[in-house]
Nanobody
Framework: QVQLVESGGGLVQPGGSLRLSCAAS????????MGWYRQAPGMQRELVAA???????NYADSVKGRFTISRDNAKNTMYLQMNSLKPEDTAVYYC???????????????WGQGTQVTVSS
């Protein structure tokens, strides 16, 4: 019914930039809060950044000033602009969105498949 497709991951040198995208498709009535999470090997999944339906943002301390989350409601797409990347940013990045379907008119959270970000020289 709903699919989240992520793109934009890859290998980048320290100090470089990447832009992740998460496009939602399906029988979508509305999208509420959205967020980017990441999981490094052997670590728990952690919240990186979140954005509400009215555009309020929140960031993990480790990425403040370097990452920017945004959304395009017309395209049902969320972005994560990552600048000044560090080796410790290496992880699989997942998008998460709270989506209400046309039918049944209920809200639940959906996850993307994950995209690998590797920061290395």
């Amino acid at each position: 019914q709903v699919q989240l497709v992520e793109s934009g991951g890859g290998l980048v040198q320290p100090g470089g930039s990447l832009r992740l995208s998460c496009a939602a498709s399906g029988s979508i009535f509305s999208i509420g809060a959205m967020g980017w999470y990441r999981q490094a090997p052997g670590m728990q999944r952690e919240l990186v950044a979140a954005i509400t339906s009215d555009g309020t943002t929140n960031y993990a301390d480790s990425v403040k000033g370097r990452f920017t989350i945004s959304r395009d409601n017309a395209k049902n797409t969320m972005y994560l602009q990552m600048n000044s990347l560090k080796p410790e940013d290496t992880a699989v990045y997942y998008c998460n969105e709270y989506i209400t379907l046309w039918a049944p008119r209920t809200i639940r959270g959906y996850w993307g498949q994950g995209t690998q970000v590797t920061v290395s020289s």
